[in-house]
Every structure is written in structure tokens, then in C-alpha cells.
């Protein structure tokens, strides 16, 4: 049974980082591009980044180019990351990790807020 499990997520103040991960298991990880979305309150789920099974290609939102990075460590159970720096209070969200391939996997989400 697939299974993505997020962490990570925290209040920070505006300018500062987080690293969130996801851990996913139970599927053939490498043939599924894995992103990152986010949701935040009153707003539809917005696409915040990709990358590609073999890591090589990545896309990012407009909204969040030159300040996120988004990784992933192929291993048995590949772990999904996404490098935040210079976090905005319109970063606040609740972050969702995602699988897609001949299925779509959604792991629980994970909360970020950024606020003074």
C-alpha cells in the first residue's frame, strides 16, 4: 500500500527557512514524478513544485522561482524535499506531497506558517 508521509512543517518568522520531507513507500517510486502543493486557508490547492523519477528535471510556480528547491533521494523508500528560503507570509500553507504516475499518492500535509 503507497503511503507519502510529510514533516518539516513549522511557524517561522518572514526571511527565514524550512526544509520539509517526504517519505514514500510502498510504490515503484522511480517511475512516479513527485511535486509538492500547497493549500492555504480559503484557497484551492496550488502546484509549488515537481521533479522528474530520475531527478534530472524540475519545475517550480512562478511564486516561488529562485527561493525553493525541490530534491529527492532515490533509494528503497525515496524521501521528497523541498528547501524553503526566504519564506513570505504568503508561504503560509498547509503543504501536501504528491505521486504521480499510473496512480496519483497524496500524503496528510504538513503545516507552514509565516508570521511576525
Known amino acids: 500500500q503507497a503511503q507519502l508521509v510529510e514533516s518539516g512543517g513549522a511557524s517561522v518568522q518572514p526571511g527565514n527557512s524550512l526544509r520539509l520531507s517526504c517519505i514514500s513507500s510502498g510504490y515503484n517510486n522511480r517511475a512516479y514524478t513527485m511535486a509538492w502543493y500547497r493549500q492555504a486557508p480559503g484557497k484551492e490547492r496550488e502546484f509549488v513544485a515537481r521533479i522528474t523519477g530520475t531527478g534530472e528535471h524540475t519545475t517550480y510556480a512562478d511564486s516561488v522561482k529562485g527561493r525553493f528547491t525541490i530534491s529527492r533521494a532515490i533509494a528503497e523508500n525515496t524521501t521528497l524535499y523541498l528547501q524553503m528560503n526566504s519564506l513570505k507570509p504568503e508561504d503560509t500553507a498547509v503543504y501536501y506531497c504528491?505521486?504521480?504516475?499510473?496512480?496519483?499518492?497524496w500524503g496528510q500535509g504538513t503545516q507552514v506558517t509565516i508570521s511576525s
Open positions: 504528491n505521486a504521480h504516475g499510473l496512480y496519483d499518492y
